[in-house]
Nanobody
C-alpha cells in the first residue's frame, strides 16, 4: 500500500506560481509512474501531467504545456508539479497518483493504483 501526501496548494493571484509536492511512503517509489490530476467542482477528475519511473519522460495536457513542469526526486520519494503563469481556470483540487502499470507513462486515471487526498489550488483574477 502506497500512501501519498500532497502539499503546496493555496491561494495565488493570476500570473503567479505554486509548487505542489507529493511525498510517497513507499521505499520502492521509483517502481511507480506518477501523475497529477485535477478535479473541478462537480466534474470528472482530469489529467494534468505524468512522469515515468526514471523521470526522463514527461507528458502534459495541452492546457498546461509551457506553464507546468512535473519532476521527481526518487531519492526523496517525491514528485513535484511546478505551476507558473497560473490562470483562474487552473483553480481545482489537485491529486497525485502512483501507477504500477506496464507502460512507461499514463494519462488515464483508471491506470493509477494509489491516490493522495488532494490539495486545493485557488487562482484569483
Amino acid at each position: 500500500q502506497v500512501q501519498l501526501v500532497e502539499s503546496g496548494g493555496g491561494l495565488v493571484q493570476a500570473g503567479g506560481s505554486l509548487r505542489l509536492s507529493c511525498a510517497a511512503s513507499e521505499r520502492t517509489f521509483s517502481n511507480y509512474a506518477m501523475g497529477w490530476f485535477r478535479q473541478p467542482p462537480g466534474k470528472e477528475r482530469e489529467f494534468v501531467a505524468a512522469i515515468n519511473r526514471s523521470g526522463g519522460r514527461t507528458y502534459y495536457t495541452d492546457s498546461v504545456k509551457g506553464r507546468f513542469t512535473i519532476s521527481r526526486d526518487n531519492a526523496k520519494n517525491t514528485v513535484y508539479l511546478q505551476m507558473n503563469s497560473l490562470k483562474p481556470e487552473d483553480t481545482d483540487v489537485y491529486y497525485c497518483a502512483a501507477g504500477s502499470f506496464y507502460r512507461s507513462i499514463g494519462y488515464k486515471q483508471n491506470e493509477y493504483d494509489y491516490w493522495g487526498q488532494g490539495t486545493q489550488v485557488t487562482v484569483s483574477s
